[in-house]
């Protein structure tokens, strides 16, 4: 099992730049495929970005593609995403989300991911 918890979060106007971080403990990361998920109010949680654990292959939702970058390190257990030219409509609750352990498909829906972070806000002002 892993155990994820979300950082970086915060307000910042529109075109600005975020960096949300997510610690992993428990299982070494780099058995899983890691993602990105968001939910703004009122709305479902919808998929940001995934990284495949065999060979970083990177996963972008087409609204945050060429503005947001997926990382990941390994050694520290640690899974970033970088967020530059923000949007008002990036205002959301992002998590941070893992599969089942091995898995090697990348999923773009919720109900695929067995591990969540309890979340970081996120709030972007035009």
């Known amino acids: 099992q892993v155990q994820l918890l979300e950082s970086g979060g915060g307000s910042v106007q529109a075109g600005g730049s975020l960096r949300l971080s997510c610690a992993a403990s428990?299982?070494?990361?780099?058995?899983?495929?890691m993602a990105w998920f968001r939910q703004a109010p009122g709305k479902e949680r919808e998929f940001v970005s995934a990284?495949?654990?065999?060979?970083?292959?990177?996963y972008y939702a087409d609204s945050v593609k060429g503005r947001f970058t997926i990382s990941r390190d390994n050694g520290k257990k640690m899974v970033y995403l970088q967020m530059n030219s923000l949007k008002p409509e990036d205002t959301a609750v992002y998590y941070c989300?893992?599969?089942?352990?091995?898995?090697?498909?990348?999923?773009?829906?919720?109900?695929?991911?067995?591990?969540w972070g309890q979340g970081t806000q996120v709030t972007v002002s035009s």
């Open positions: 428990g299982d070494p990361l780099s058995i899983y495929n």
């Open positions: 990284i495949r654990r065999t060979d970083d292959s990177t």
């Open positions: 989300a893992a599969p089942r352990a091995w898995y090697s498909g990348i999923n773009y829906e919720s109900s695929d991911y067995n591990y």
